[in-house]
């Protein structure tokens, strides 16, 4: 055990071991109901403090290799974070917290399926609308948020809606059957309520994306190869990997999917003045994402679904498959999840890591001398895709040959939808939903990400800036009327650091650290760039807004706490809200060089479209890290240009332009 690294991704056996673990503790095995009833959804690594680590790593302190595991006792509210040391053998931490919701758990949402699917009230509503085979019948359990019924705070409850499947393979998304709800104890298998609120006709089409049921397949597009015939540039090490000068470990989380560890970057251009591995990220990964539907209908208003706290991320993650995900040579990094009982089971090819050519780099003509230099930009992608019933999340961190590092999100999937009148007007969709297909109509809606940065820009303490460029009013200081500057504010405290984008303003962050300058004598940073984003639409009162506090805002920044890991809280399912952020960053602590955290909220605000049906082309939101002073010059001076067709992509012996030089 002891030469496991303690970031190292879990072994089915380690799973097995806190299970085991915990199932001796005599909190559950002396308590008779709870030994049955007892759940344990999640399992993920403990990770140690820097402090801890950076002593693990050096072999003055033993590696304690530690699991967090989510244990659900019994059937109601409740949930108990416990940690494991596998090192020890003992239960190290044990924290209940009483009117918790977990996770949805895989078992119950089954039983939640099965249970709509026995009740009479619903089969007799299924038969009204002349459908008489009840297993053709998709049935798909939501989180169901929270809303003041009666018994929400007392069971753990899904809300579910059904789908007409003409076959076995048809699109079930097609052909809502709306009107149809039912409210389940997921935990017991017991409908608590049903809802119908009218026979609405279902939509003609059956929205096949399958090449079976298209017209015709294009057959005039030639292949393109991918060939590596030296291999990768890049190397594992178990879970280390290295590239082009970067350095990361690939870590794994049932609730955020791929975590990043440890991210750095050792220049070996002479573009600084160190030679030496320099960290940037400590650890990286998406904490929560929301879904929040804006149509005001009894079948769609509730939906808001936060898909990394109530499902996971990392729980609803999918093989990927060589030659379609992924094309070149391609590492892939299996992963452990669990079952509900706490059984691991394996992902295999749950990340993928390849390179990509991503267009030139840079690139100069010298009109004068005639040069030119072109240098080609590759990147390593590290990625994996959530499915999340109806929707696809591919998560694509990339970092590029001069110190660039981004996260891109490709939403892609088909969307949730509802029927409407056949012979309706388009216009009859309106305001709350777009018509998408005859017959057929999906709710406005938003996807809205946060992703955690543990940020260590050259060392632990670091101070974020916001930089607002603001012109200069006309006068002395500006005769000519044309003057701009770049003005750098210092966020000092935490409800000052709430910030939401201002692209005319071409605001960024910069994450910086006062101690360490560069070569010109300013202090090294990196840039967060973020991407034309939205915030939270929904009103602060309503439930998502409260439930969802972290979309309400772009930016935020906490000193570095270990009980602080998700934005939205620990148990966003079903909860009351208030938790994560806005509770937090209310203390309004002060986050001026020391170790911080940075949060950003990102998304897309989906207005649906025709051509998003019936599988919706991918759709991009994310953001940048660029260093900005972290090097003294650009760090990819040292690229070797690219051989192209046998001659090399530079030409020292070029003509100079004949018809003269223009002014750049
Ligand atoms: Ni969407």
């Known amino acids: 055990m002891s030469d496991v690294h303690p970031l190292a991704l879990l072994s089915a056996d380690e799973i097995n071991d806190a299970v085991a673990i915990l199932r001796a503790d005599h909190r559950i095995a002396g308590a008779a109901d709870t030994a049955e009833t007892v759940r344990f959804p999640a399992v993920r690594v403990a990770e140690p403090t820097k402090a801890e680590l950076a002593e693990m790593e050096a072999?003055?302190?033993?590696?304690?290799?530690?699991?967090?595991?989510?244990?659900?006792?019994?059937?109601?509210?409740?949930?108990?974070?416990?940690?494991?040391?596998?090192?020890?053998?003992?239960?190290?931490?044990?924290?209940?917290?009483?009117?918790?919701?977990?996770?949805?758990?895989?078992?119950?949402?089954?039983?939640?399926?099965?249970?709509?699917?026995?009740?009479?009230?619903?089969?007799?509503?299924?038969?009204?609308?002349?459908?008489?085979?009840?297993?053709?019948?998709?049935?798909?359990?939501?989180?169901?948020?929270?809303?003041?019924?009666?018994?929400?705070?007392?069971r753990r409850i899904v809300r579910c809606i059904s789908f007409w499947r003409e076959t076995g393979g048809a699109n079930g998304y097609a052909r809502p059957i709306e009107g149809l709800l039912t409210i389940v104890d997921a935990a017991r298998g017991e409908v608590l309520e049903f809802i119908d609120t009218g026979i609405v006709p279902l939509a003609p089409e059956l929205g096949s994306y399958f090449p079976a049921d298209q017209p015709s397949l294009r057959s005039d597009l030639k292949p393109i190869e991918i060939t590596q015939p030296e291999g990768p540039s890049f190397t594992v090490d178990g879970n280390l990997v290295g590239w082009q000068g970067w350095q990361l470990r690939i870590g794994w989380d049932p609730f955020e999917g791929l975590v990043l560890h440890q991210v750095g970057y050792r220049d070996r251009s002479g573009a600084s003045a160190v030679d030496e591995l320099r960290p940037i990220l400590h650890r990286a990964a998406v904490s929560e994402m929301v879904v929040p539907y804006g149509d005001t209908d009894p079948m769609h208003f509730w939906k808001n679904a936060f898909d990394a706290g109530e499902w996971g991320l990392g729980r609803m993650t999918t093989s990927l498959k060589l030659g379609c995900d992924c094309v070149g040579h391609i590492h892939y990094f299996d992963v452990h999840n669990t079952l509900d009982r706490g059984e691991p089971y394996v992902v295999a090819n749950a990340i993928c890591m390849h390179e990509e050519d991503y267009g030139i780099l840079w690139k100069h003509v010298d009109m004068h001398h005639g040069t030119s230099e072109v240098r080609r930009s590759r990147r390593l992608v590290v990625s994996f895709v959530a499915t999340v019933g109806n929707y696809e999340y591919g998560f694509f961190w990339y970092f590029y040959l001069d110190g660039t590092i981004q996260l891109e999100v490709k939403l892609t999937g088909i969307m949730s939808t509802k029927a409407m009148a056949i012979d309706?007007?388009?216009?009859?969709?309106?305001?709350?939903?777009?018509?998408?297909?005859?017959?057929?109509?999906?709710?406005?809606?938003?996807?809205?990400?946060?992703?955690?940065?543990?940020?260590?820009?050259?060392?632990?303490?670091?101070?974020?800036?916001?930089?607002?460029?603001?012109?200069?009013?006309?006068?002395?200081?500006?005769?000519?009327?044309?003057?701009?500057?770049?003005?750098?504010?210092?966020?000092?405290?935490?409800?000052?650091?709430?910030?939401?984008?201002?692209?005319?303003?071409?605001?960024?962050?910069?994450?910086?650290?006062?101690?360490?300058?560069?070569?010109?004598?300013?202090?090294?940073?990196?840039?967060?760039?973020?991407?034309?984003?939205?915030?939270l639409h929904a009103d602060p009162s309503s439930n998502v807004g409260r439930r969802a506090g972290f979309a309400r805002h772009n930016l935020w920044v906490t000193p570095w706490r270990a009980d602080e890991r998700r934005a939205a809280g620990e148990y966003p399912n079903q909860s009351v809200g208030g938790d994560g952020l806005p509770r937090w960053?209310?203390?309004?602590?002060?986050?001026?060089?020391?170790?911080?955290?940075?949060?950003?909220?990102?998304?897309?605000?989906?207005?649906?479209?025709?051509?998003d049906w019936p599988v919706m082309p991918v759709e991009y939101a994310g953001f940048s890290l660029v260093p900005f002073g972290f090097f003294d010059r650009n760090p990819a001076l040292d690229l070797p240009p690219a051989a192209a067709d046998g001659e090399h992509c530079h030409a020292e012996t070029a003509e100079p332009a004949e018809t003269g030089t223009p002014s750049p």
């Open 59 to 154: 072999g003055t302190r033993p590696i304690d290799r530690r699991v967090r595991v989510m244990v659900v006792p019994g059937p109601g509210p409740g949930v108990v974070d416990a940690v494991v040391s596998l090192t020890t053998g003992q239960v190290v931490e044990w924290v209940e917290t009483a009117d918790a919701h977990p996770t949805l758990l895989f078992m119950e949402a089954m039983s939640a399926i099965n249970a709509t699917r026995a009740h009479p009230e619903w089969q007799a509503a299924i038969r009204l609308r002349g459908i008489e085979d009840f297993e053709q019948v998709q049935i798909d359990p939501w989180p169901p948020g929270r809303f003041g019924l009666a018994y929400e705070s007392e």
């Open 585 to 611: 960053t209310a203390a309004d602590r002060p986050i001026v060089d020391t170790d911080i955290v940075v949060w950003h909220t990102f998304g897309v605000t989906h207005v649906p479209r025709p051509e």
């Open 424 to 535: 309706a007007p388009a216009s009859a969709a309106l305001p709350y939903t777009r018509q998408i297909a005859p017959g057929l109509a999906a709710p406005l809606h938003q996807h809205l990400f946060n992703v955690r940065l543990d940020v260590t820009v050259d060392g632990f303490d670091n101070t974020v800036e916001e930089v607002n460029v603001r012109p200069i009013p006309p006068g002395p200081d500006n005769p000519w009327a044309n003057a701009f500057v770049a003005e750098a504010t210092v966020l000092e405290t935490e409800l000052a650091a709430i910030r939401d984008i201002d692209p005319a303003k071409a605001r960024a962050w910069r994450i910086v650290n006062p101690t360490k300058l560069n070569g010109l004598g300013e202090p090294v940073a990196y840039k967060l760039i973020p991407g034309s984003t939205p915030t």
